[in-house]
């Protein structure tokens, strides 16, 4: 079976920082494109950032410069490194895995992450 485990969240300051991870089993890991998600209530899913097979990296606009996407496939797993956290940051955060050209995607539980003014 496929599985993808987020940890990491928590409550944090504003300003501070936090270290999402995604552990993957049951897929061929180097062969997907990986992405985060994040979901505030009464919101729609917001996609926050990718990071393909060629380690090129995506970022929505509202965590371009502060958050950063990465992946070793030896070990399963990609992390989101979120820096100089806000308030609007505050959000159920999901984990993505997806092979172009092919429907089938995976999704973890998610992991909350609250940011406290």
């Known amino acids: 079976q496929v599985r993808l485990v987020e940890s990491g969240g928590g409550l944090v300051q504003a300003g501070g920082s936090l270290r999402l991870s995604c552990a993957a089993s049951?897929?061929?890991?180097?062969?997907?494109?990986m992405a985060w998600y994040r979901q505030a209530p009464g919101k729609e899913r917001e996609l926050v950032a990718t990071?393909?097979?060629?380690?090129?990296?995506t970022y929505a606009d509202s965590v371009k410069g502060r958050f950063t996407i990465s992946r070793d496939n030896a070990k399963n797993t990609v992390w989101l490194q979120m820096n100089s956290l806000k308030a609007e940051d505050t959000a159920v955060y999901y984990c993505?895995?997806?092979?172009?050209?092919?429907?089938?995607?995976?999704w973890g539980q998610g992991t909350q992450v609250t940011v406290s003014s």
């Open positions: 993505n895995a997806r092979i172009s050209g092919f429907r089938t995607a995976y």
């Open positions: 049951g897929i061929t890991f180097s062969r997907y494109t």
């Open positions: 990071i393909n097979t060629a380690d090129s990296t």
